[in-house]
């Protein structure tokens, strides 16, 4: 029998196996844990050659799993864009300060050459609105511009990328999205839903920039204790396999390809080094803090000067039950972006459909989100199996707008109802949705048991729920969700040896210092691909 290649010892092991155990050493060989239990036992099965790690009391859990986000896209932005976040994550507060990131990034970029930015947030502008086409096109007359929402769902586009993009006066309504226009007719710059429309045109970035992007990405989630993530809108691989290649990408990677996308025209699954392919992605509504989530009631502050704006489906039921029966008679796992409730109905409708034709058990198809969910929705969605991923972070992150702006004090405050979901045995998974907000499944934790917003208040303590219930949702019941709880999620004999040390143990430290708790080492299959500098664990060979 080969001997262990390392030992971890004298630490508190939360292994999220079934029954919860809680060990004090695991033994890893190769890419997978070959044992766990007490030191005592572990430090019998040492070689002459296995490292012995003492963790001297540290914790070690299973690698986190990020359930829904873009990666690289927070790499490739922090090489091509702008950053106009504003607080807590930024400090952009007006157009003009938004104005003076974007000449900053620009500033040596040659006429003609596009000038991207990501993040803004009318909401948290001094102006309250979107910046407009004309204040892009006084600030930048040489250049094509293009601003992307914090949201992601939609942006703003300066004359010049109009032009680019071929959108007029005369342009027809797109058949997905809406181009937003004023009295006479003129777009107006802002784009929702829809973002392709002008993205098409930005020249891609250089394969050196890509791998750049890449590599910044990765060493981002992997010091946050991330082993895997899912892409939620599937990209081309290849970047991915190259920097892979060349050793600058060490996380474990799922994409899930956007239902009838150029990537995906068969949804071919494939797995190509770090990353395969599974399921289908599908939108039936947008963002609520964009106003194009799709809501059963009106909005709280309305949008423009219609009270009883509700926000708009993507497509209408019929459509969407029949793409979705597409994806769920190809055998695969349907992955829907839903926020409002009205959506959400629309989604409850179509699988149930797609159910009821043909019965799939253990299909654990998703919501995406589910910012909205309602108490009867989540009857419904246990009925059919369906389990949600939670984009909780927005409890922390836009809490505070989702009750005086978007959405009032009553539907604000069960936004991510999760302990809703964990009474009814639901199991889920929380995300961070990055670059949407900053990857930390840890902050996800806090936000899951603390339920605060940025400003400290907080939101719908009732629907708190416990560290162990939160980090399940970002261990073994993400890895479950993607159909990969037999190698992934918990600290098992036989799985992958994907793990983190935390310098506490999340279980028993002080609830409002969860997000604080320091990622000391992050290890994938068994090799270490982060450690906090400084960090320096005793290891020997003293093995028998
Ligand atoms: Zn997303």
Known sequence: MAYPEQIYINGTVLTFDFEGTTAEAV?????RIAAVGSTEQLLKLAGPQTAVIDLQGKTILPGFYEAHGHFPLS?????QSASLWSPPRGSIRSISGLLDALKDKAANLPAGKWVTGFGYDPSKLAEKRHPSRYELDQAFPEHPVWLSHNSGHMGVANSKALALAGITKNSPAPSIGVIQRDPDGEPTGLIQENGALIEAYIPPLS???HAEGIRIANAEYVAQGITSAIIAVGIDPEPLVDAYNRKLLDL?????PLFQSDYAPNLVEYELGPVKSQGAKLFQDGSIQGYTGWLSNPYHLPSEDDPLYRGFP???????????FAVHSAGRQVVIHANGDAAIDDVLYAIGEAQRRLPRPDARHRIEHAQSVREDQLDRMKELGITPSFFNDHVYYFGDDHRDIYLGEDRARRISPLRSAVDRGIRFSLHNDTPI???SPLHLVSVAVNRLTASGRELGPEYRITPYQALRAVTIDAAWQAFEENDKGSIEVGKLADLVILADNPLTADPLSLHN????????GGRQVYAQQGIDFNITTAGV
């Open 437 to 439: 907000t900053p990857p």
């Open 27 to 31: 033994a890893v060989q190769g890419e």
């Open 314 to 324: 993507m497509l209408d039921r019929e459509k969407l039950a029949q793409a979705v």
């Open 75 to 79: 790499g490739i932005l922090e090489v």
């Open 207 to 209: 394969a050196e920039q």
């Open 252 to 256: 474990r990677l799922i994409s899930i």
């Open 517 to 524: 708790i320091t990622v000391l080492q992050t290890i994938i």
